[in-house]
């Protein structure tokens, strides 16, 4: 979570140990190549990923931390060599390389500038994680069922995509909180709580596909029951995966783990996104709110992403 000048020492806010509170950080950064761009941060998105690393949860931490992989932007320079990019274009750069660097012209999305850059820096992590599965097992056929497990920044835009694609769209949360929003605001078919045996038994077989997003524990072998012949169940929240192997092979069922995707398909998501005007929902705050905003995520306090305002306040 940064902001860059070419030739001038950058301005972010960095974890400094595992406690994962972030404060304002200075540090210096190389110069302009000649494939580079140098982009002026507008916006970066809050993702889980953020506290994972922050934290070290996955014992790999390297001190201090600058966190954040969901960045917009607009072009401000470019080297002797870019010819995709243009000064004044709007950006932005995913999970590929981090926020202290300027930005490989390999690694960079042209953002359509009738499409608003807080809404667009979402789509570069919980978008694009969602998307590039639901495209690889064909999730786009109109008429198709489609069940979504959680309703965080993934599991929304999953819900988003798949009405787009014109699926029938099931959500299963564990919070009937959610139910109103996720019927009237998402656009949603169903909403199941899935506690509820009878509600999630009468779904049996109806289901051609479901994008999991959630994490924890939850009955895996039960939502394979929901799959028709032939379904398809993806993978990619973080919860460990238990199923017993008939529930599998009957109906020739497959489980696919899914990450992020590629550059070219992240390319043909934001432009899907702002041809149909497909937005994140999001809550935009400024970066002195970061660590309540970490703090808001663990308790799955937020609807349905966080994006910071780099620009107006990290100065």
Not at 55 to 76: A, Q
Not at 221 to 237: A, I
Request: proline content about 4%; overall charge neutral.
């Amino acid at each position: 979570m940064s902001s860059q000048g070419v030739g001038e020492d950058c301005l972010g806010w960095a974890a400094r140990d595992a406690s994962g509170v972030l404060s304002p950080y200075k540090f210096s950064r190389r110069t302009l190549g000649n494939e580079d761009i140098h982009v002026k941060i507008t916006h970066c998105g809050v993702c889980y990923a953020d506290i994972v690393w922050t934290r070290n949860k996955l014992g790999d931490s390297k001190y201090p931390v600058v966190p954040g992989h969901e960045i917009v932007g607009i072009v401000t320079k470019v080297g002797s060599n870019i010819h995709r990019f243009n000064v004044g274009d709007h950006v932005g750069v995913g999970t590929y390389v981090n926020s202290c660097m300027d930005f490989n012209e390999r690694y960079c999305f042209l953002i359509p500038k009738s499409y608003p850059l807080a809404s667009a820096a979402p789509l570069l992590c919980a978008g694009i994680t969602v998307y590039s599965p639901m495209m690889r097992h064909k999730m786009n056929q109109p008429g198709k069922s489609l069940g979504v497990i959680g309703l965080g920044g993934l599991g929304h835009m999953a819900v988003k995509f798949g009405k787009a694609f014109g699926l029938s769209v099931t959500v299963f949360s564990t919070s009937i909180s959610k139910k109103e929003e996720t019927l009237s605001l998402l656009g949603a078919d169903k909403f199941v709580v899935s506690s509820n045996q009878e509600e999630m038994t009468a779904l049996a077989k109806s289901l051609d596909f479901i994008v999991d997003t959630a994490s924890g524990d939850h009955p895996f072998d039960l939502y394979m029951s929901l799959l028709k012949t032939y379904g398809v169940f993806v993978v990619v929240g973080a919860s460990e995966i238990k199923i017993k192997p008939g529930n599998l092979i009957m109906g020739s069922k497959t489980v696919s783990g899914s990450l992020t995707g590629g550059t070219k398909e992240t390319q043909e998501m934001i432009d899907f996104c702002a041809a149909n005007g497909i937005e994140p929902n999001i809550e935009v705050i400024p970066i002195e709110y970061a660590n309540e905003a970490l703090e808001r995520l663990i308790k799955r306090d937020v609807k349905y992403r966080f994006v910071i305002d780099i620009e107006n306040s990290l100065k």
